[in-house]
């Protein structure tokens, strides 16, 4: 099944020092897709970095993904070949009475590693069917746990 090792508000340094370029934040999830312990299919690529951006952010994570991989890579000390890095888009409305809308769609986003830095940034939209098990695992593991008595 697998097990999110965050979801939550993440701030990443940008670019330019002590002038703070570039940095912001943006809603992450990290998925361990081999967390939970089983012996079953191991994953090409197990971790999974889910960002989307957030209204009260200096950036967006299309223009830096490269820093937010190369971070969440340093902090849940990932292995940048074997992390599926995915950009979330939820539905937008909009007009005057919001009638009006963008469809809520994943990009795939895949890097060039070089010394410890994620680079050349390659977006891909991911179909339907890939898009619909990612959004399927996201509303799974973000729901609380159902407690019954015994």
């Given at each position: 099944m697998g097990l999110f090792l965050y979801d939550d508000i993440f701030a990443w340094e940008g670019w330019g020092g002590k002038l703070k370029l570039g940095h912001g934040k943006c809603h992450l999830r990290v998925l361990d897709m081999e967390a939970d312990g089983e012996e079953r299919?191991?994953?090409?690529?197990?971790?999974?970095?889910?960002?989307?951006?957030?209204?009260?952010?200096?950036?967006?994570?299309k223009s830096c993904a490269g820093h937010i991989a190369t971070?969440?890579?340093?902090?849940?000390?990932?292995?940048?070949?074997?992390?599926?890095?995915?950009?979330?888009?939820?539905?937008?409305?909009?007009?005057?009475?919001?009638?009006?809308?963008?469809?809520?769609?994943?990009?795939?986003?895949?890097?060039?590693?070089?010394?410890?830095?994620?680079?050349?940034?390659?977006?891909?939209?991911?179909?339907?069917p890939m898009a619909a098990k990612i959004k399927e695992l996201m509303e799974l593991l973000t729901k609380p746990p159902i407690l019954t008595s015994k």
């Open positions: 299919l191991r994953y090409l690529r197990p971790y999974i970095a889910i960002v989307t951006d957030v209204t009260d952010s200096q950036m967006s994570v971070q969440v890579v340093r902090s849940f000390k990932l292995d940048p070949q074997r992390l599926l890095y995915l950009e979330h888009y939820p539905e937008t409305r909009y007009g005057v009475q919001g009638e009006h809308q963008i469809a809520e769609r994943f990009e795939a986003v895949e890097f060039t590693w070089h010394e410890g830095h994620a680079i050349k940034p390659r977006g891909r939209v991911l179909k339907a």
